[in-house]
């Protein structure tokens, strides 16, 4: 019986409430479908969920059957982006997000592996946006993070002290999308319970030429 990696425990995926820590995180693989709208009321939304996952396990079991490497299939991570980025702190105007749904895929997985597995999973009871998943590797570099505990609702006071505080205190500022990791299942966990990691990638703010 081979061991099994549970990539939670690496240092990417380490978080605290309360606390933001800055953190380099390496060049990812993820399964990707992207959507739009407000997550809880679009169709796309759960179809997108519905199509990730069994193309995630699929390729777990490959991995330990063909390779002898098996592993933990990752949390749901989001991305996500607005025109106006005031959408998510203050107005909350879900209906104007876009969204990209993700579950990292470790690096040993190949492009045929992920073929592979997209067949298996159409094979009976097919996604409805099967076709739609993607496998393609994440760039984020330099990332400013915390631990969120509650309802996604409550993340906007958080956010706000990261985009508003402490990215500008600390010479950042922010580039990319921000980035959710869902710890908690949050088909099944209530929601003052769910356990969120919030991740904002940052650069350097140089100031100009005198």
């Known amino acids: 019986m081979t061991d099994k990696t549970d990539f939670k425990k690496s240092d990417a995926y380490q978080a605290e409430r309360g606390r933001f820590r800055i953190v380099d995180v390496p060049d990812t693989q993820y399964l990707m479908i992207d959507g739009d709208g407000d997550p809880n ?114 993340e906007a006071e958080v956010l706000a002290r990261l985009h508003g505080g402490f990215v500008p205190g600390n010479g950042l500022r922010m580039v990319g999308r921000h980035h959710e990791i869902y710890l908690s299942d949050f088909r099944r966990v209530a929601p003052e319970r769910r356990r969120t990691i919030l991740r904002q990638p940052v650069a350097d703010d140089a100031a100009p030429a005198a």
Not at 59 to 84: M, N, Q, T
Not at 112 to 138: H, I, K, S
């Open 41 to 154: 009321t679009s169709p796309a939304f759960a179809d997108a969920v519905q199509a990730l996952y069994p193309v995630a396990y699929k390729l777990k079991f490959a991995s330990g059957r063909d390779l002898g490497r098996d592993y933990v299939v990752p949390p749901l991570e989001g991305l996500w982006w607005a025109e106006e980025m005031d959408s998510f702190t203050t107005r909350r105007d879900k209906s104007r997000w876009s969204w990209t749904l993700m579950i990292m895929t470790p690096g040993w997985i190949g492009r045929d592996m992920f073929t592979a597995a997209v067949a298996r999973a159409g094979a009976r009871n097919r996604p409805t946006r099967l076709d739609d998943v993607r496998l393609e590797t994440l760039s984020e570099g330099r990332c400013v993070q915390t631990l969120h505990v509650g309802s996604f609702d409550d």
